[in-house]
């Protein structure tokens, strides 16, 4: 499985950008995909993540600013990033872990969660500032 993110850049405060990303090669047609970031100096740690059912989750400092969702095209996710601040500069990394069933995703509780077997990108950078 391949994950690919673009979209980041330099933005000033205030601004806005699109993160995409695109996983190819998984067949799994039960998934979760989302975003993780990481600052200098910093642990990674959830943006927000999306299933295959669409139910969404926020880490509560992206709440109202951010937005998660689903392209038509099958595994792939996008991150509207909005009234960006200094403290959201971070490497962005899009994640993608599939399920066998349905049922497997709806027992895990800590769906959001994304582990070192997850399939990765290479990340995005995204900086904000004056």
């Known amino acids: 499985v391949k994950v690919v993110e673009s979209g980041g850049g330099l933005v000033q405060p205030g601004g806005s950008l699109r993160l995409s990303c695109i996983a190819s090669?998984?067949?799994?047609?039960?998934?979760?995909m989302g975003w993780y970031r990481q600052a200098p100096g910093k642990q990674r740690e959830l943006v927000a993540a999306?299933?295959?059912?669409?139910?969404?989750t926020y880490a509560d400092a992206m709440k109202g600013r951010f937005t998660i969702s689903r392209g038509s095209a099958k595994d792939t996710v996008f991150l509207q990033l909005t009234s960006l601040k200094p403290e959201d500069t971070a490497v962005y990394y899009c994640?993608?872990?599939?399920?066998?069933?349905?049922?497997?995703?709806?027992?895990?509780?800590?769906?959001?969660?994304?582990?070192?077997?997850?399939?990765w990108g290479q990340g995005t950078q995204v900086t904000v500032s004056v």
């Open positions: 994640f993608r872990r599939g399920y066998n069933t349905r049922a497997a995703l709806d027992n895990d509780e800590n769906w959001s969660a994304a582990y070192e077997y997850d399939y």
């Open positions: 090669g998984s067949s799994f047609s039960v998934y979760v």
């Open positions: 999306i299933t295959s059912d669409q139910r969404t």
